[in-house]
C-alpha cells in the first residue's frame, strides 16, 4: 500500500507513519515545518516534504491519513480530495490498526501520555509482550512506537480532541482525568462527559475500565454517571434521558491518596529524588514500589498503569522491577543532568496548573534548592488568557528567564508578550532572553536545578543548554 501523510510530523502521525514504513508499505507524507521528529522519519527512510506543493504528493496513493489540525485550505488537501484519493483522519486509521487485537486504550485530558508509556513498559518486559501508539517519545524504546507482531495486547493514547477516541472499542481502558478542555469541539462541559461516557462504555463486555476516582461527577459533585443497571431507581419522574447516563461492564477505580478506590497509593515518600510508596489492591498490598526520578504526580499514572498490568497477568516482581525501570517520557519531567551539584529538567508544561505541579514537583524532590526556571510561553491567545496566573506561578522560581512567545499557528496580538507577563511579576529576578543569550545568563545565575518549561520550540535549546552547562560541571 501507498500511504500519504497530511502532517506527519505530529506525534501521533509519526507513530502511524512508522508502523506502515516498518511493515514494508511505502510511505510519504508532508508536514508545515521540519523538527527533530521528522528528521528521524526521514532518517529511517520516510521521505517528507516542507512547502504545500500538491505536484510534490506521489502519482500513487491508496491513502491519505489527515489530522483535524490540517487546515481545509491546505492546498495538498484540496488536491488529495479533487483527485478522489481516499481520505482517513487519524484516529479512524489507528481504530483499524488495533481491530482484533486487545486494545489498552488510555484516555483523560492529562496524564494519559505518561499512562499510556508506562503501562506499555511494564507489558513490553513481562512475557505478554504489547505493541504500543505513544502520545509522546519513550526514553526506554526511543520512540513513540512499539511493534510486537506475537502479542495480542496493543496499547494506545485515546485522544478526545474531535471525539478521536470513539473509534476505539478497546479491551481495557483507563480514563485519568476528565477537565474541561477541547470546549471548542464539545460546546460544553457536559457534551464532552457525554463522550467519555460513550468511550467507556465502548469496552469489550469482557474487559475492564480503570477510572480515576470521581471522575464522573459534573461540576457541581453531583454524580454524572449511574456504576450498571443495579443502581436502577424506580421513580415516577424518571426520564429515558437519565437511562443512557449508566456505566455498563467490569469497573474499577483508584487514585493516588484516599482510600476508597479499588486501586491506591499510600505511605509516599522520597529518597534521595526517588519516590517509593506502597499500592493497595483488592488482592492485597504491594509494598515498596520504587520510581526513579519522577514527579509525585506519577504515583497516580503508576497506580493505573499496575492496575492495568497485574489485570493483565503481571506478577509482583515483572510489576516491581518494570515500574524501577520506567525511564520516563521525552520532555515530560525529563531529567537531561542528574548529578550531585546540579540537576536539569526539561518540561513541556505550557498551562499555569501545568508549570504549577511541576514547580511544586521540583521543590518537594529538592527542598531548599536554587531553582532558575526558563520559559517559552506557547500561543498569544493562552499567554493573554492567563497572564496573571503565569506571572504568579514563575514568581515561585528563585528566578526567572522567559523567552519571545512561540506563536505555533497564530498571528501576533498587540501588546501580548512575554515582557507583559514579566511586568507582574513581584520579583527583581526576573529576565527577557533570546537563546542565545539564555545559554550565557544560565551558568552565571549558579543554580542547583535548572528547568526549561514550554511546548513550543525551546526543545531545540535544551541539547544545546545541557551542553553548556555540563561543560561548568567540570
Do not use: W
Not at 498490598?285 to 519522577?294: C, F, I, N, S, T
Request: aromatic fraction near 10%; charge should be negative.
Amino acid at each position: 500500500m501507498n500511504y500519504y501523510f497530511l502532517g506527519i510530523g505530529g506525534i501521533g502521525m509519526s507513530a502511524l507513519a512508522r508502523f506502515f514504513h516498518r511493515r514494508g508499505d511505502t510511505v510519504s507524507g508532508y508536514d508545515r515545518t521540519p523538527s527533530p521528529l521528522t528528521d528521524e522519519l526521514r532518517a529511517e527512510g520516510i521521505d517528507i516534504h516542507f512547502d504545500d506543493n500538491p505536484d510534490l504528493i506521489p502519482a500513487q496513493v491508496d491513502l491519505a491519513v489527515y489530522t483535524p489540525a490540517v487546515p481545509a485550505e491546505t492546498l495538498e488537501f484540496q488536491s488529495l480530495v479533487a483527485r478522489g484519493v481516499r481520505m482517513e483522519k487519524r484516529s479512524q486509521v489507528l481504530g483499524e490498526v488495533t481491530r482484533g487485537k486487545r486494545c489498552i486504550a488510555v484516555a483523560g485530558s492529562h496524564g494519559k501520555t505518561t499512562t499510556t508509556t508506562m503501562i506499555a513498559h511494564l507489558l513490553s518486559k513481562a512475557p505478554c509482550g504489547c505493541s504500543a501508539f505513544l502520545g509522546g517519545i519513550s526514553k526506554n524504546f526511543d520512540s513513540n512506537l512499539l511493534v510486537n507482531p506475537d502479542s495480542q495486547y496493543v496499547v494506545v493514547e485515546a485522544d478526545e480532541y474531535d471525539r478521536s477516541f470513539l473509534q476505539l472499542h478497546p479491551f481495557m481502558a483507563v480514563i485519568t482525568a476528565t477537565d474541561p478542555d477541547h470546549l471548542d469541539i464539545y460546546g460544553t462541559h457536559e457534551h464532552m462527559m457525554e463522550a467519555y461516557l460513550q468511550f467507556a462504555n465502548q469496552v469489550e463486555p469482557d474487559g475492564r475500565l480503570f477510572l480515576k476516582e470521581n471522575i464522573f461527577l459534573t461540576a457541581d459533585g453531583e454524580p454524572f454517571v449511574e456504576y450498571g443497571a443495579h443502581h436502577h431507581h424506580d421513580h415516577e419522574d424518571h426520564h429515558d434521558h437519565d437511562e443512557e447516563k449508566t456505566l455498563t461492564g467490569n469497573v474499577s477505580t483508584y487514585t493516588a491518596r484516599g482510600i476508597e478506590a479499588d486501586y491506591y497509593a499510600i505511605n509516599v515518600r522520597n529518597y534521595g529524588g526517588n519516590l517509593f510508596f506502597d499500592l493497595r489492591t483488592p488482592d492485597g498490598v504491594l509494598y515498596d514500589l520504587e520510581l526513579q526520578g519522577a514527579p509525585l504526580v506519577n504515583v497516580e499514572n503508576a497506580v493505573a498503569a499496575s492496575a492495568v498490568a497485574l489485570a493483565c497477568g503481571l506478577d509482583q516482581f515483572q510489576l516491581r522491577s518494570g515500574l524501577k525501570s520506567f525511564a520516563g517520557v521525552r520532555r515530560r519531567f525529563d531529567y537531561r543532568i542528574r548529578e550531585k551539584d546540579l540537576v536539569y529538567i526539561d518540561d513541556y508544561a505550557h498551562h499555569p496548573s501545568e508549570l504549577q505541579s511541576t514547580i511544586e514537583a521540583v521543590r518537594y524532590l529538592y527542598p531548599g534548592k536554587r531553582v532558575v526556571g526558563i520559559f517559552q510561553p506557547h500561543l498569544y491567545t493562552r499567554t493573554r488568557d492567563f497572564a496573571d496566573d503565569f506571572a504568579r506561578v514563575l514568581q515561585t522560581l528563585d528566578e526567572v528567564i522567559m523567552m519571545p512567545i512561540y506563536p505555533a499557528r497564530e498571528k501576533p496580538i498587540l501588546g501580548v508578550t512575554s515582557s507583559m507577563v514579566l511586568r507582574k511579576m513581584d520579583t527583581m529576578s526576573k529576565y527577557l532572553c533570546t537563546p542565545d543569550q539564555v545559554l550565557e545568563l544560565v551558568p552565571a545565575l549558579c543554580p542547583d536545578v535548572v528547568l526549561t518549561l514550554g511546548a513550543g520550540d525551546i526543545d531545540r535549546l535544551v541539547p544545546r543548554l545541557e551542553t553548556v552547562l555540563r561543560e561548568n560541571l567540570l
